[in-house]
C-alpha cells in the first residue's frame, strides 16, 4: 500500500496555465515536504510545510498543508517550461516519529513554450 | 557550502561484482540517509546513519547490501554479488539534525548491472 497518494500522475499543460498537485494519505504527519526532480539528478528541496493549514509562497509556486495534516497540495501560477519536472511530496508519518521520509507517488509535470 | 557529493555518477558491473557508493554530506550535517529509485518507480528509504551508527536500515535488503557512516570520510553504501535487479539510482541525503525531516539530496549514483 502507498502512504501517500499523488495525483495527477502526469501533467502536461501549456505555458501560461496555472495548475495543482494534490499529495494525500489516510496518516497525519509531522511535516511534509515538496521535492523537484529532474531527469538525472537528486530531488532538489522545495519548502517544509509544518503547520495544519499552514500556506507558504515560493515565487509562483503555493504549498498548503491540510488542518488535519493528511495532505497537501502545490499550486503554480503561470506554469514556465522551467518547471517541467517530477513533483514530489514526503514526510515522516506520526506516531512512527521516524526520520525516514516515505515519499509520494510522484507527478511529472511537463509545460510546453 | 557545498551540497551533498556523491560518488560515482555512473557505476557500470557485471553480474556477481561489488559496487561501492560514496556520500559525502553537507559540511555541518552529521546525518545521512540512503535511498533507491528503481526505474519507473519512486524514492524508497534503504538506511539511516549517524557517524559510526547505523540508526535504522529498516529499509535495506537482508543480504548483499550493507552502509557505514565512519568518524572520518564518507559515507558508503556496497553492496556485494550484484545482480540485475539492484541496477537503480541510489541516491544519498543528509541532514543536520534529529527531527528535522529536512533532507538535503545529491546527484545521486546511478548503478548499472550488466
Known amino acids: 500500500t502507498q502512504l501517500l497518494e499523488q495525483s495527477p500522475q502526469f501533467l502536461s499543460i501549456q505555458e501560461g496555465e496555472n495548475l495543482t498537485v494534490y499529495c494525500n494519505s489516510s496518516?497525519?504527519?509531522?511535516?511534509l515536504q515538496w521535492y523537484r526532480q529532474e531527469p538525472g539528478e537528486g530531488p532538489v528541496l522545495l519548502v517544509t510545510v509544518v503547520t495544519g493549514g499552514e500556506v507558504k509562497k515560493l515565487k509562483r509556486l503555493t504549498f498548503q498543508f491540510g488542518d488535519a495534516r493528511k495532505d497537501s497540495s502545490l499550486h503554480i501560477t503561470a506554469a514556465q517550461p522551467g518547471d517541467t519536472g517530477l513533483y514530489l511530496c514526503?514526510?515522516?508519518?506520526?506516531?512512527?516519529?521516524?526520520?525516514?521520509?516515505?515519499f509520494g507517488t510522484g507527478t511529472r509535470l511537463q509545460v510546453f513554450p | 557550502n557545498a551540497g551533498v557529493m556523491q560518488n560515482p555518477r555512473h557505476l557500470v558491473r557485471r553480474r556477481g561484482q561489488e559496487a561501492r557508493l560514496r556520500c559525502s554530506p553537507m559540511?555541518?550535517?552529521?546525518?545521512v540517509y540512503w535511498y533507491r529509485q528503481l526505474p519507473e518507480e519512486g524514492l524508497k528509504f534503504m538506511v539511516y546513519l549517524q557517524k559510526e551508527n547505523i540508526i535504522d536500515e529498516s529499509g535495506m535488503p537482508k543480504e548483499r547490501f550493507s552502509a557505514e557512516f565512519p568518524k572520518e570520510g564518507p559515507s558508503i553504501l556496497r553492496i556485494q554479488q550484484v545482480v540485475r535487479g539492484d541496477s537503480a539510482a541510489y541516491f544519498c541525503?543528509?541532514?543536520?539534525?534529529?527531527?528535522?525531516?529536512?533532507?538535503?539530496f545529491g546527484p545521486g549514483t546511478r548503478l548499472t548491472v550488466l
Open positions: 559540511k555541518g550535517h552529521s546525518h
Open positions: 514526503a514526510g515522516s508519518p506520526l506516531p512512527y516519529n521516524t526520520d525516514k521520509l516515505i
Open positions: 541525503a543528509s541532514s543536520p539534525m534529529t527531527g528535522n525531516n529536512e533532507q538535503f
Open positions: 496518516s497525519v504527519f509531522s511535516s
